[in-house]
């Protein structure tokens, strides 16, 4: 399968302080989604992206698609304690299936 | 809406026993599949279905089996679990027949096989 390799794996940041991660990939997607999930629960979709070079933003949330198609970029501004939890990145090409990353936990520290 | 129930939320089985863990959604999604997520590995599509009566296999379909009688519903079957299973499941759908469009997942089922 596709190798989604997510950075860093884990964060330790205090409340107010910007959080950036990102998600890279060997092959090219067409499609780049960014999930939050928190304990016990399913992952919940934050931002879709469908071409190179978008910017879109949720709330204190913006993601980006690369430009080379194989990465894709999260940002989370003046962090609060409730964004706690493992952010997923997800690519697809073509074809019925989303390939995952493994993940980057969040800690706030307040 | 209930959007994507799974039930049971935890399973405890014997190797060698079988079981089917359920997945309904109320939201006429075509779309639905199965992945498993184990600790660093990120999730596995295990298989996929694209409307009634159709799936196929995701990466990781060995051990599993699935069906897909109606829209709302896509149970996926452990004929004979095996520790190498044990982990924690989600069920996911989304709107059309192709996975263009974002899924929506369950809450999961957290499995042990001993």
């Known amino acids: 399968g596709q190798q989604l390799n997510q950075s860093p794996q884990s964060m330790f940041i205090q409340e107010g302080e910007d959080v950036s991660m990102n998600c890279t990939s060997s092959s090219i997607f067409n499609t780049w989604l960014w999930y939050k999930q928190e304990p016990g629960e399913g992952p919940v979709l934050l931002i879709a992206?469908?071409?190179?070079?978008e910017l879109t933003s949720n709330g204190r949330l913006t993601a980006q698609f690369g430009i080379t198609r194989k990465d894709s970029f999260l940002n989370i501004s003046a962090s609060i304690p409730s964004d706690v939890g493992i952010y997923f990145c997800?690519?697809?090409?073509?074809?019925?299936?989303?390939?995952f990353g493994t993940g980057t936990s969040l800690t706030v520290i307040p | 809406n209930a959007g994507v129930t799974q039930t049971p939320k935890f399973q405890v089985l014997k190797t060698g026993q079988s079981m089917t863990l359920q997945c309904a959604q109320d939201m006429n999604h075509e779309y639905m599949s199965w992945y498993r997520q184990d600790p660093g590995m990120g999730l596995r599509l295990i298989h996929y279905s694209v409307g009634a009566g159709i799936t196929d296999q995701g990466e990781v379909p060995n051990g599993y089996n699935v069906s897909r009688s109606t829209t709302e519903d896509f149970p996926l079957r452990l004929l004979s679990a095996a520790p190498s299973q044990t982990s924690v499941y989600f069920c996911?759908?989304?709107?059309?027949?192709?996975?263009?469009?974002?899924?929506?997942f369950g809450d999961g089922t957290r499995l042990s096989i001993l």
């Open positions: 992206l469908y071409k190179a070079g």
């Open positions: 997800a690519g697809r090409f073509n074809g019925n299936q989303f390939y």
């Open positions: 996911a759908s989304s709107y059309g027949r192709e996975i263009s469009q974002p899924q929506h």
